[in-house]
């Protein structure tokens, strides 16, 4: 079955200290991996993808992301973390649906705490 | 949220009411879906349209009906038949379904309570 898994509900981190939230896959074909950002009662906002090359993907607000391929990971992390970054966050895959078309499969989610 | 707007931001529904959530988008773009998000559950697809007057029927589609008679609007009602219907309810859209690269952008969100 084709799945998302973020192992945890709730990352603290100190402000200043880098920052992972993990998530792993499964999926068939090749993978198109996704992490989004939510703040509390709005909606997703995208953060960044990875497609394919280069297995460390930058995005928005100095988010990066490792894809690894063996361990079936798409770890985010940021070198040093913000207490603006307290969110929810959401790793998802693009998997195969019907006549052609993709969807995306979201992870449960995982809070990070940033304290100050 | 640039681009896309749902609304209301809350909506009550009493019990055997029919209540309809808006999804508008200037994005140009041809495919719109509806999710529902719960507590420790991430997010569930209920439907999704890949071009005008054409939706298919998601993960949690029963009790949920949808229309797409115009490119930028995707309604979603959420029918009397729908028996737990207390939840947040996304909008996105893509340029389209069948890219295997498209990104989704997502509305700001409806919530939706049961009186």
């Known amino acids: 079955a084709q799945s998302v898994a973020q192992p945890e509900d709730q990352v603290n981190v100190a402000e200043g200290n880098p920052l992972t939230v993990k998530c792993t896959y499964s999926v068939s074909g090749n993978p198109y991996l996704f992490w989004y950002v939510q703040y509390p009662n709005r909606g997703l906002q995208f953060l960044l993808k990875?497609?394919?090359?280069?297995?460390l993907v930058k995005g928005s607000y100095g988010f990066e992301a490792e894809f690894n391929k063996s361990q079936t990971s798409f770890h985010l992390k940021k070198p040093s973390a913000l207490v603006s970054d307290s969110a929810l966050y959401f790793c998802?895959?693009?998997?195969?649906?019907?006549?052609?078309?993709?969807?995306?499969?979201f992870g449960t989610g995982t809070r990070l705490k940033v304290l100050a | 949220d640039g681009g896309i707007t749902q609304s209301p931001k809350y909506l009550f529904r009493k019990e055997g009411q029919n209540v309809t959530l808006s999804c508008e988008q200037n994005l140009n773009h041809d495919a719109m879906y509806w999710y529902r998000q719960d507590p420790g559950q991430g997010l569930r697809l209920i439907y999704y349209s890949q071009i005008v007057n054409d939706f298919q029927k998601g993960d949690i589609a029963e009790g949920y009906s949808v229309s797409r008679e115009k490119k930028e609007s995707f309604p979603l009602t959420v029918t009397s038949a729908q028996k737990n219907p207390t939840a947040f309810y996304l909008c996105?859209?893509?340029?389209?379904?069948?890219?295997?690269?498209?990104?989704?952008?997502f509305g700001p969100g409806t919530r939706l309570l049961v009186l």
């Open positions: 990875y497609i394919t090359g280069d297995n």
């Open positions: 998802a895959v693009r998997a195969p649906h019907t006549s052609g078309t993709y969807k995306y499969i």
């Open positions: 996105a859209s893509s340029r389209r379904a069948s890219g295997e690269q498209e990104t989704q952008y």
